[in-house]
Nanobody, 121 residues
Framework: QVQLVESGGGLVQAGGSLRLSCAAS????????MNWYRQAPGKQRELVAT???????NYADSVKGRFTISRDNAKNTVLLQMNSLKPEDTAVYYC???????????????WGQGTQVTVSS
């Protein structure tokens, strides 16, 4: 069994900061790419930030310069530091990992349960 558990969401005023954390646990052999997605009410889920196992990162244009993704491979965790938050950043944020379970040969996508981020104006 593999689980991804997010934490760190909450309510913050515009201009403020939050840090999201996601920990993967279970029978994990290795993790390839780790991602943060978000979904606002009435909108499709969108990719916010990506980090590879080697540390290469990529960001949605809407968050470039404000959000920073990082990971700790030894702890199977990924972080999302969010600064200069805007009301339009309000969404449920989901952690996603492309990982291989112990005893398996394929990499599959796993999702966390999501954490709410609300930015007030």
């Amino acid at each position: 069994q593999v689980q991804l558990v997010e934490s760190g969401g909450g309510l913050v005023q515009a201009g403020g900061s939050l840090r999201l954390s996601c920990a993967a646990s279970g029978s994990i052999f290795s993790i390839n790419t780790m991602n943060w997605y978000r979904q606002a009410p009435g909108k499709q889920r969108e990719l916010v930030a990506t980090i590879t196992s080697g540390g290469s990162t990529n960001y949605a244009d809407s968050v470039k310069g404000r959000f920073t993704i990082s990971r700790d491979n030894a702890k199977n965790t990924v972080l999302l530091q969010m600064n200069s938050l805007k009301p339009e950043d309000t969404a449920v944020y989901y952690c996603n990992a492309d990982l291989r379970r112990s005893g398996n040969t394929r990499y599959l996508a796993y999702w966390g349960q999501g954490t709410q981020v609300t930015v007030s104006s």
